[in-house]
């Protein structure tokens, strides 16, 4: 009927029923008050994605409800019912709240809070409080620092910077730090020769004696080596391993050779690659010189029985367990002598027993031994074929240092040690330092329940518990002088739900 609104829509597709002519295909269906009316001159095989109507017109739809319907048009709820499943229908609730948090006070937010009323009374007593805690804290704690003992003593330096100490250019230290008991000893320096006292078997002696003012070094008495102006800290250096060799896989991959270079692969005098296992800069710029606890002379000139200086447990328990492991297969067995610790065969790849400090023999299997040179053979005189990459020097030296200025554990002794003691030590100096413009020192100090001395961690509480304490004198003033009142609570009502 003409009084119908009607749409024509060309190339669009309309599922229902369809009259087929000869001239034009029509395809019609009803949607509420109006016929929407479709005409295409292919088949009408395709589907209607949507259709827009114009609005209601309550005269036309009396009209259109007495006027006949054609026999094409059909019902759009058929027409829904063949584009949607039922099955879809019952699930929609569901799908429509599938994100919704659970009801709990936690997830809805209803927590219940407080907060407080921050006048001008509580503001005043809690920086007074911040300030009392801080700077009693402070003044404990500085106080323990200071009464720590620590003995220094540089054996080779060619750095102007010694983290507190300068050096005047002509190897005389300048004692800064007064709670320090640093001095400069000779005989140490190798200059640019890295392990020229272990080619040579030479030694030299340091020697500290406990001040007499001072008090006893209580233990754990703590061994420290110090280096200065040598930077760990390098995203380069710091990057330059392969955790895969330290845990003991012999494959490496592209991604860890490049980090490792120049120090992954090397040739020996006949030109055949060696590779290097571990690899890295860190690995192979381990601190090699030797510290040998020679004597602990008493005050009365009698030696202290149980000095000695050890050297396990200086290592994170957590690196020894995950970190490191030896090459897969190697092997290592405990010989009762040297007559029956032979290295014959091609289960051992070693050319001699190894001597344990103990007395025991070993005999041990590095894989692929020929073709690798391993940290034991780098490294000699720190790191035994037995001990390998597990060495707690090395462990130690590892776990990189985030300031150019720092120090890493060496050894403790666990005996007291009486004021005026004296402690010898034997120095092998196998770490050039004159290239870097570094410095070397040996440290022996005593400790307290924050570490070692450190005299900015007490100053920092002094700092925070003044700064707290001028801020609470500075609002009780303002609060005498020019007293402000607060207004009535009663008015002050949470949102209720």
Not at 12 to 27: Q, V
């Amino acid at each position: 009927p003409k009084h119908l609104p009607t749409l024509t829509i060309s190339g669009y597709n309309c599922k229902g029923n369809t009259e087929n002519h000869t001239d034009t295909h029509h395809s019609t269906a009803t949607m509420s008050d109006s016929i929407v009316e479709v005409r295409s001159e292919d088949p009408p095989d395709l589907e209607l994605v949507s259709i827009k109507t114009p609005p209601r017109d309550n005269s036309s739809r009396a009209k259109s409800a007495s006027s006949p319907t054609p026999s094409s048009v059909t019902n759009t709820t058929n027409l829904a019912n063949s584009k949607h499943d039922g099955s879809k229908d019952e699930t929609s609730d569901k799908d429509k709240h599938a994100r919704r948090p659970y009801d709990l006070a936690l997830t809805q937010q209803r927590m219940k809070a407080w907060q407080p009323l921050l006048d001008s009374r509580y503001v005043i007593v809690i920086y007074l409080i911040i300030g009392v805690v801080f700077l009693t804290i402070g003044f404990v704690v500085k106080d323990k620092s200071d009464a720590i003992i620590e003995l220094v003593k540089v054996y080779e330096t060619h750095t102007t910077d010694m983290n507190g100490l300068l050096n005047d250019g002509t190897n005389n230290m300048e004692k800064l730090d007064p709670t320090s008991n640093l001095e400069e000893v000779t005989g140490c320096e190798i200059g640019d020769n890295p392990n020229f006292m272990y080619k040579q078997n030479k030694t030299c002696q340091i020697q500290f004696q406990v001040p007499l003012d001072k008090g006893d070094l209580q233990p754990p008495v703590l061994v420290h080596y110090q280096v200065n102006n040598f930077y760990q800290n390098y995203r380069v250096y710091q990057a330059s391993y392969d955790m895969g060799q330290l845990l003991g896989s012999l494959t490496q991959g592209p991604v860890t050779a490049e980090l490792c270079e120049p120090l992954n692969v090397m040739k020996n005098k006949e030109g055949v690659d060696i590779r290097i296992n571990p690899c890295g800069m860190i690995a192979n710029t381990l601190f090699n010189d030797v510290f040998t606890l020679e004597s602990v002379v008493g005050p009365d000139g009698e030696p202290i029985e149980g000095a000695v200086m050890n050297e396990t447990g200086i290592a994170w328990k957590s690196d020894l367990k995950w970190k490191y492991r030896q090459p897969d297969g190697f092997n290592s067995e405990a010989c009762s002598s040297l007559e029956e610790c032979s290295c014959e065969g091609q289960e051992w790849s070693c050319t001699e027993p190894y001597l344990s400090p103990n007395g025991t023999y070993y005999r041990y299997f590095y894989p692929e031994d020929d073709t690798t040179q391993y940290l034991y053979e780098t490294y000699p005189m720190v790191v035994s074929p037995i001990e390998g990459v597990l060495n707690e020097h090395f462990v130690v030296w590892m776990r990189t240092a985030a300031l150019p200025n720092f120090r890493k554990l060496y050894g403790y002794i666990n005996v007291v040690i009486p004021a005026g003691s004296v402690l010898t030590f034997t120095v092998q100096a196998n770490w050039a330092v004159e290239q870097s413009q570094s410095a070397k020192a040996l440290v022996v100090s005593d400790n307290y329940i924050f570490g070692g001395k450190n005299h900015w961690l007490g100053t920092m509480f002094i700092a925070v518990g003044g700064i707290a304490s001028l801020l609470g004198v500075f609002f009780f003033v303002i609060q005498i002088m020019y007293p402000r009142k607060l207004g009535d609570r009663k008015y002050l009502k949470y949102k209720e739900d």
